[in-house]
């Protein structure tokens, strides 16, 4: 019943498994090669769990030299390699394919070096996003970038995905907190970009692997910038009558010049849903409900506060509450963190990840609202109002293939409006392959040629994650003539257990 | 062929198309092309062009929305006339693009697609990002002449390669950027600067790594050793040694922050507090490196190491060199002058690598000194391959601004 193809596997790479994981066992440690189907089980999917592949292997290097050397190993016989991390991927970035390795990092997970004066960390690309800010906090230091999935997921796949969070309106995402990556190229070599330094010396190419999806090589190490944390954060949530006067508010806040860490948006039926779950107190009478958060001392947050909600009032807010203490602001933003928890509590859904321009908010929600409803369908949306970035859950049930299909139908619909809102198909979660059909419908095939012809230059037999990012049809000559997708839509063999 | 410091042929397309059948042709013919916007930025090696492609046509805002702050502009824009927009909407460019009429000497006006090209950045890009992180969306022609767009127009995009990032700072190597899509910024409230004196460059350098471990949101930290102080605020700052830290926001923040930072600092002597309208001429002199606006015979090097060890390696070239510098970026960013009158790349470069590396651009030089002295860092052997093979795939001909980065 799946949609998205993968590449049909390389018969002749699956004929020389055997040859493959003996030259994998030659330059690793034999526990860090795993080629037994049923360990390799654990390795099929990410958190994109509708599709799955069992891969050809799995190998666990210790260090870069070790992936190194499983790189020029590999790229001598063209097998293709798909990087993980945690394998948290909302987008399927780290689904493997029967003829591909998965170099998996999470054995590199060393915080190698803090330096407060230059207020960087060196880590391993396997370290989780958490523990590096849990590693500085105690000396009064952070690491912002904050994805939802932070305790899990690991700083190599950040860098992937370039991933966001909640705050990154006041602190950036992960490509404006990242100062040197290490990589493997495909054929082995080492290189290094960034030594701490704030600009490069030539071109940008630690911009260009940021949120590269592992297409362009391995990351095996990342400089990344810590900050000092503020001397306090403080919530406020409002209740509004209706989306349109939320997306106001949110406009004059930014007009008046306050820029908080944080402006989270819930709809009527996200604030159901997680007020049953967290019992945070939300309104349930209100459309629309913000949390906005500002940081600073005591007074400075009172003053920033005392602002906001003046201009909350201009725009009829029915419900203020102000959080008085520590736990009161944790209760807030309890409701707001176990939405996915608590939504996935009542039914099984979809997330989709869409950018809009700010004034296309009300309008898009609205529009959202009237797709999800053609397909019989409910969604609950949450997002982050002050950078755009939709998150609209689309509910349905995973045991129904009808309305399963149903819901990628409109999940498609919903990013597809996101685009011809002037916005864009995913600001955090990336491509994989959950999206990468619908890249025509952002780029037109020479905007798309120029990032292939990028890709190829690091990457010329395009080993890297091969069925993701670039559609499968019309990648010509420029991904080595792989790209006939398989046409067996035949089930992944847990569907077929379904 | 002969090098040239000007072509005999200039180019100045109408719109983008016009633009795009230019470079077209350019690469059928194998022309090289000089791409140029204001003309004031002019360092990296002379261009060895037979036409120049002017993008002073392109010129206009497409779209500016100051409750989104966000704004689209054609490349050729002058940057007086965004600033200008943005001003009229108390709205601004976090990242303080340096101008670099004052250090150059050039005359012209500034272009928003010469900005980008540069990746011009000032005192706030430490803790605000450089151009290239506001940098949200482009258009540009590539070398085979074909329209590409990538990015957009909303702050969080990871679809597809990010070629936005590379595209600041290429220099229109890779494309002739034809609109850009800016994230801007309301203006805060007010500023202030403290100024601590009398510090050597170690203790200036540890001095602002303690501020930027607080969490008064210090959003300038500059350290102007004696001689250089005496070049801002029109001498009146005095020559003394000025370590220099910016507050910016809400009236009572600001003033609460800065007692705070007094507080931790006021063992060091006297502190000064320069006000909003001080404040704001200081930083725009260290900005656009108006310590070393003079002489402009004299070689300035720009160099971009980690906050701890520049000054280190500015000490060990002053013991080979006459040279003065001066410090932005918590330390990270040194403006070096050569004030013996040679470039002396060898001798900087090998220091810049002897002290935890980072990298060194010749900024300012007469043009057969750019020819020669190699004003771009050069790069390890693996990085050298990979540029290649990426400039390939925007520039297959190699026509546009060719050898402006590397020979």
Not at chain 1, 250 to 266: H, K, L, N, S, T
Not at chain 1, 320 to 329: L, R, V
Not at chain 2, 1 to 16: G, L
Request: some cysteine.
């Amino acid at each position: 019943m799946t949609s998205i193809q993968f590449l049909k596997p390389d018969p002749s790479i699956l004929a020389r498994r055997d040859d493959i994981v003996s030259s994998l066992r030659s330059v690793l440690p034999d526990e860090a090669v795993v080629s037994d189907p049923v360990q390799l089980r654990a390795f099929e999917t990410d958190g994109f769990t509708a599709y799955r592949r069992l891969p050809l292997a799995v190998v666990l290097p210790s260090s870069t030299e070790e992936v190194a050397a499983v790189m020029e190993a590999l790229a001598r016989k063209k097998v293709p390699v798909v990087p993980r991390g945690a394998g948290t991927s909302l987008c399927g970035g780290a689904i493997p394919q029967e003829d591909a390795v998965i170099v998996s990092l999470t054995r590199m997970s060393r915080i190698l070096e803090v330096d407060y004066p230059n207020r960087l960390a060196r880590v391993e690309a396997g370290v989780t996003n958490l523990s590096i800010s849990e590693a500085v906090s105690a000396d009064g230091f952070f690491y912002a970038p904050d994805p939802s999935s932070q305790l899990a997921c690991t700083i190599g796949g950040n860098i992937a995905m370039n991933s966001g969070g909640a705050h990154c309106l006041k602190y950036g995402v992960t490509t404006n907190n990242l100062l040197g990556v290490t990589m493997v190229l495909y054929d082995g070599t080492v290189i290094r970009l960034g030594e701490g330094e704030l600009d490069p010396a030539g071109l940008d190419l630690l911009g260009l692997v940021c949120g590269s999806e592992g297409q362009l090589g391995l990351v095996t190490e990342a400089i990344v910038r810590l900050i000092a944390k503020p001397a306090g954060a403080q919530p406020v949530l409002f209740g509004f009558a209706s989306s349109e006067k939320a997306g106001d508010c949110v406009a004059d806040i930014i007009a008046a010049g306050i820029i908080p860490v944080a402006i989270e948006f819930m709809d009527k039926e996200a604030i159901a849903i997680c007020e049953a779950f967290a019992k945070a107190g939300y309104p349930l009478d209100a459309e629309a409900l913000l949390i906005v958060e500002v940081e600073g001392s005591d007074k400075e947050m009172a003053d920033q506060l005392g602002r906001i909600v003046e201009i909350a009032r201009r725009h009829d807010v029915q419900t203020i509450k102000e959080s008085q203490s520590a736990t009161e602001a944790a209760l807030i933003w309890k409701g707001r963190k176990s939405a996915f928890g608590a939504t996935g509590r009542v039914a099984d859904y979809i997330c989709m990840d869409g950018t809009v321009p700010l004034s296309q908010l009300a309008y898009v929600l609205k529009e959202t609202g009237e797709i999800v409803k053609r397909y019989g369908l409910r969604a609950a949306n949450v997002f982050h109002a002050g950078d755009g970035n939709m998150h609209p859950l689309i509910l349905y049930d995973v045991n129904d293939p009808v309305k399963r299909q149903k819901a990628e139908d409109a999940g498609n619909d919903i990013l597809r409006l996101c685009v011809d809102a002037g916005g864009c198909l995913t600001g955090e979660h990336g491509v994989g392959i959950e999206k990468r059909d619908l890249m025509t419908h952002q780029y037109n095939d020479t905007d798309l040629d120029q990032m292939k012809a990028v890709r190829a230059a690091f990457d010329p037999e395009w080993i890297f994650n091969p069925s993701k990012v670039f559609p499968l049809e019309g990648r010509g000559e420029t991904d080595g003539g792989k790209a006939s997708a398989d046409p067996d839509t035949r089930p992944s063999p847990m569907e077929a257990a379904e | 062929m002969i090098p040239s410091d000007k072509a005999d042929r200039r180019i100045e397309p109408a719109d983008e198309t016009e633009l795009a059948d230019a470079v077209r042709e350019a690469a059928e013919e194998g022309t090289p092309l000089e791409i140029e916007g204001g003309g004031t930025r002019t360092f990296g090696r002379p261009v060895d062009a037979l036409a120049t492609l002017s993008t002073a046509r392109l010129s206009g805002i497409v779209a500016y929305s100051p409750n989104e702050m966000v704004a689209t502009v054609k490349a050729g824009t002058p940057l007086t006339e965004l600033q200008a927009a943005l001003d009229e909407a108390n709205q601004r460019f976090v990242f303080e693009p340096i101008d670099h009429h004052t250090l150059l000497g050039t005359e012209g006006k500034p272009t928003v697609g010469g900005m980008v090209a540069v990746n011009a950045s000032g005192p706030r890009r430490f803790v605000a990002g450089a151009c290239r992180d506001s940098l949200l969306g482009v258009r540009f022609v590539n070398g085979r002449g074909e329209i590409v767009k990538n990015g957009g127009r909303v702050m969080k995009n990871v679809t597809g390669l990010d070629l936005v990032k590379p595209m600041a700072g290429s220099f229109g190597t890779l494309g002739v950027l034809t609109e850009v899509t800016l994230k801007v910024q309301p203006k805060p409230e007010t500023e202030a600067t403290l100024a601590v004196r009398g510090l050597l460059e170690a203790d200036a350098v540890t001095v602002l790594a303690h501020a930027m471990a607080t969490s008064t949101d210090v959003t300038g930290a500059a350290h102007l050793p004696e001689l250089t102080a005496g070049k801002v605020l029109d001498g009146a700052l005095g020559s003394e040694p000025a370590t220099l830290m910016r507050l910016e926001g809400f009236e009572s923040s600001v003033h609460e922050r800065a007692e705070k930072l007094k507080a931790m600092f006021g063992r060091l002597g006297e502190i000064e507090t320069l006000d909003a309208e001080r404040s704001q001429r200081l930083w725009s002199d260290i900005r656009d490196v108006k310590p070393f606006a003079d002489q402009r015979q004299r070689p300035v090097w720009r160099l971009s190491m980690k906050p701890s060890d520049a000054h280190e390696a500015v000490m060990a070239l002053r013991m080979e060199a006459g040279a003065s510098a001066f410090y932005d970026w918590q330390g990270g960013l040194a403006w070096v002058r050569m004030e013996g009158g040679n470039t002396l790349s060898g001798l900087v470069r090998k220091t810049v690598a002897a002290h935890g590396g980072g990298h060194a651009m010749l900024i300012r030089a007469t043009p057969s000194e750019r020819r020669f002295a190699v004003p771009f860092q050069p790069q390890a052997k693996p990085l050298v391959t990979l540029e290649k093979r990426i400039r390939d795939a925007f520039d297959p001909k190699g026509i546009l601004n060719p050898g402006k980065m590397v020979a």
